[in-house]
């Protein structure tokens, strides 16, 4: 079955690093969207980042545009965020989710297959 395993989460402070993961099983993601969402309490989610894999077009919400950096290892079937000079208002839960897609572009609604999520906490 297509699953995303999330990880990479966790405590950090303010100015600091975490790179979160994302490994897809059941399916490999060359044709595929790959997006990371953030939800807060009491906000809507929104899509922080999100690649193409099989034509490499990546977009990034301009919130986090020259502090987050998306990547991918196709041989590991993984996605990676890089996350850097993290702020308090970047707290949030991510989630990692695909969509299958023949488009060339990652900026496409609604993902249909999610990950379980992963907390990410920027406090000092």
């Known amino acids: 079955q297509v699953q995303l395993v999330e990880s990479g989460g966790g405590l950090v402070q303010p100015g600091g690093s975490l790179r979160l993961s994302c490994t897809a099983s059941?399916?490999?993601?060359?044709?595929?969207?790959i997006g990371w969402f953030r939800q807060a309490p009491g906000k809507e989610r929104e899509r922080v980042s999100c690649?193409?894999?099989?034509?490499?077009?990546?977009s990034y919400a301009d919130s986090v545009k020259g502090r987050f950096t998306i990547s991918r290892d196709n041989a590991e079937n993984t996605v990676y965020l890089q996350m850097n000079s993290l702020k308090p208002e970047d707290t949030a839960v991510y989630y990692c989710?695909?969509?299958?897609?023949?488009?060339?572009?990652?900026?496409?609604?609604?993902?249909?297959?999610w990950g379980q999520g992963t907390q990410v906490t920027v406090s000092s």
């Open positions: 989710a695909a969509l299958a897609t023949s488009a060339p572009t990652c900026r496409l609604s609604p993902y249909n297959y």
């Open positions: 690649v193409s894999i099989r034509y490499g077009e990546t």
């Open positions: 059941g399916f490999t993601l060359d044709y595929y969207a």
